[in-house]
């Protein structure tokens, strides 16, 4: 038996880094998103990853510090779920409505639900689901 030479995958995975001026614009669309979505200042920390309220709410008002990478990923997990109900639904306001419908393909709980449990992968399973029903460009 042979064995194969396996290259190790790159040091960053493959997947390109969010600059500082992306993860910017991330946040204000964040905060526009938790708007279209109806989300409370409750829900949206939690979906941020356990955000202060008083970070929050300094968000809400244009205010935006250093922004880490486990909150960039969230972020882009969102606009990504975002992207992929505009996808999916004929108006945006379905697929609003969408996030907080209970699902049998979720066990009866909604997407939001899931996204609520404060996980990345939880953020992640949700696009990939998504992504997989037809919602991006790739799928179709």
Same mark, same amino acid.
């Given at each position: ?60 008002? *244009? ?7 486990? #909150? +960039?990923?969230?972020?882009? $997990? &969102?606009?990504? /779920?975002?992207?992929? %109900? ?20 979720? *066990? ?7 996204? #609520? +449990?404060?996980?990345?992968? $939880? &953020?992640?399973? /949700?696009?990939?689901? %998504? ?10």
């Amino acid at each position: 038996m042979r064995l194969r030479v396996c290259r190790p995958p790159p040091a960053n995975g493959g997947t390109p880094s969010i600059t500082d001026d992306e993860a910017l614009a991330l946040a204000r669309a964040t905060v526009n998103l938790a708007k279209v979505w109806t989300l409370t200042d409750s829900e949206a920390c939690v979906l941020l990853g356990g955000m202060s309220p008083r970070t929050w709410a300094r968000w809400k008002s *244009g205010s935006h510090g250093r922004i880490d990478r486990d #909150l +960039r990923v969230r972020m882009a $997990d &969102l606009m990504g /779920i975002h992207k992929s %109900l505009r996808y999916l639904f004929k108006t945006p306001s379905q697929g609003y409505d969408w996030i907080r419908k209970p699902n049998a393909a979720f *066990g009866g709980v909604s997407a939001l639900q899931i996204m #609520l +449990r404060g996980e990345n992968s $939880d &953020l992640a399973a /949700i696009r990939n689901w %998504l992504e997989a029903e037809g919602g991006s460009p790739q799928a179709s």
